[in-house]
């Protein structure tokens, strides 16, 4: 029996595709004159921020992307500043550390008119924690630390809309009713795609209240709910099908094998580094919005259309 020919695939635009992933390195993208440097003053008794938000965030996304601790952060972009003839002031590495554990990032997204059809899943990032040395000197934790990373990503932008960082004991299922909780309610969501793990009745009821189809395989051995409310004549729906059909039919009928761009999504958060420089767990969640925030930035500048030739 003859071994069956790998599928092979073809990107449709190569050439505007190619220009995209040279813009991600210019520097243009960065820089804007007409950005809010210092922030206003909002008239209370306490002494206010001399930078704003947005020239806080400027310089961590400097600082991501280069892998840079603050202090030559600093040092570069009051050089990039220079070159762009801005004569506007550089806070020191001291106020960037102290301004990142309260930022909240402005993770910049696109919308459509469509329905959102969202890809939820998680991954693991490692953290700072005792080295090998401490831990055997002083009785320190041996184990490697780590925390979760819980993304919800649109299919048709490529943007990752929701995000959530908690530590590792937290399970998936907790955290989806606050990651659809991030999307404004004037948005509409279509399907809600994720792995066996958010076959829940939390999950399937967050994705019901917001009038969404879940796309959830049943777990193994699962069996059907009560029918007391929606979210359950759902689940069992998918449970009816998944028997009559097949498991692989399911996933192919439902479109589920889409859930491994979000997969994709996972490995360019790690492209930033495998670990978080950070120690403090609020500037650590900073941190990975600004990962976030610099993913979605360069999918706007034009992401790759992959079809299926054979």
Same mark, same amino acid.
């Given at each position: 029996?003859?071994?069956?020919? +790998? =599928?092979?695939?073809? =990107?449709?635009?190569?050439?505007?595709?190619?220009? %995209?992933?040279?813009?991600?390195?210019?520097?243009?993208?960065?820089?804007?004159?007409?950005?809010?440097?210092?922030?206003?003053?909002?008239?209370?008794?306490?002494? +206010?921020?001399?930078?704003?938000?947005?020239?806080?965030?400027?310089?961590? %996304?400097?600082?991501?992307?280069?892998?840079? +601790?603050?202090?030559?952060?600093?040092?570069?972009?009051?050089?990039?500043l220079q070159l762009a003839g801005l004569d506007w002031s550089v806070p020191d590495f001291s106020t960037l550390c102290r301004r990142q554990k309260t930022l909240a990032a402005q993770i910049p997204y696109r919308r459509i008119d469509s329905p959102? %059809? /969202?890809?939820?899943?998680?991954?693991?990032?490692?953290?700072?924690?005792?080295?090998?040395?401490?831990?055997?000197?002083?009785?320190?934790?041996?184990?490697?630390?780590?925390?979760?990373?819980?993304?919800?990503?649109?299919? *048709?932008? /490529?943007?990752?809309?929701?995000?959530?960082?908690?530590?590792?004991?937290?399970? *998936? !299922?907790?955290?989806?009713?606050?990651?659809?909780?991030?999307?404004?309610?004037?948005?509409?969501?279509?399907?809600? =795609?994720? *792995?066996?793990?958010?076959?829940?009745?939390?999950?399937?009821?967050?994705?019901?209240?917001?009038?969404?189809? +879940?796309?959830?395989?049943?777990?193994? !051995?699962?069996?059907?709910?009560?029918?007391?409310?929606?979210?359950?004549?759902?689940?069992?729906?998918?449970?009816?099908?998944?028997?009559?059909?097949?498991?692989? /039919?399911?996933?192919?009928?439902?479109?589920?094998?889409?859930?491994?761009?979000?997969?994709?999504?996972?490995?360019?958060?790690?492209?930033?580094?495998?670990?978080?420089a950070a120690r403090d767990p609020d500037r650590q969640t900073a941190e990975i919005h600004i990962r976030v925030a610099l993913m979605n930035r360069f999918d706007a500048l034009g992401t790759a259309e992959i079809v299926r030739v054979a």
């Amino acid at each position: 029996m003859s071994k069956p020919l +790998p =599928t092979r695939y073809r =990107t449709t635009n190569w050439s505007s595709y190619n220009a %995209s992933l040279r813009k991600r390195g210019s520097m243009l993208i960065w820089i804007d004159q007409d950005m809010a440097w210092l922030a206003p003053h909002e008239g209370r008794l306490a002494r +206010p921020p001399v930078f704003s938000d947005a020239a806080i965030q400027f310089y961590l %996304s400097i600082k991501v992307l280069f892998k840079l +601790p603050l202090r030559q952060t600093a040092g570069m972009v009051a050089s990039l500043l220079q070159l762009a003839g801005l004569d506007w002031s550089v806070p020191d590495f001291s106020t960037l550390c102290r301004r990142q554990k309260t930022l909240a990032a402005q993770i910049p997204y696109r919308r459509i008119d469509s329905p959102l %059809s /969202f890809l939820v899943d998680s991954t693991g990032i490692k953290v700072p924690g005792d080295g090998a040395w401490q831990a055997r000197k002083h009785g320190g934790q041996g184990r490697r630390q780590w925390r979760r990373v819980h993304l919800a990503m649109d299919t *048709d932008t /490529f943007d990752i809309r929701a995000v959530e960082f908690t530590p590792s004991s937290d399970g *998936d !299922n907790p955290i989806l009713p606050e990651l659809l909780g991030q999307i404004p309610e004037d948005e509409q969501i279509g399907t809600v =795609t994720a *792995d066996g793990a958010y076959d829940t009745r939390r999950c399937h009821a967050a994705i019901t209240e917001r009038l969404a189809v +879940p796309i959830i395989p049943i777990r193994k !051995n699962g069996r059907a709910w009560k029918e007391d409310c929606p979210a359950a004549k759902a689940r069992n729906e998918t449970l009816r099908a998944t028997r009559h059909y097949g498991r692989a /039919f399911w996933k192919h009928w439902t479109g589920y094998h889409a859930r491994s761009r979000v997969e994709a999504k996972m490995r360019g958060i790690k492209a930033f580094g495998e670990r978080i420089a950070a120690r403090d767990p609020d500037r650590q969640t900073a941190e990975i919005h600004i990962r976030v925030a610099l993913m979605n930035r360069f999918d706007a500048l034009g992401t790759a259309e992959i079809v299926r030739v054979a």
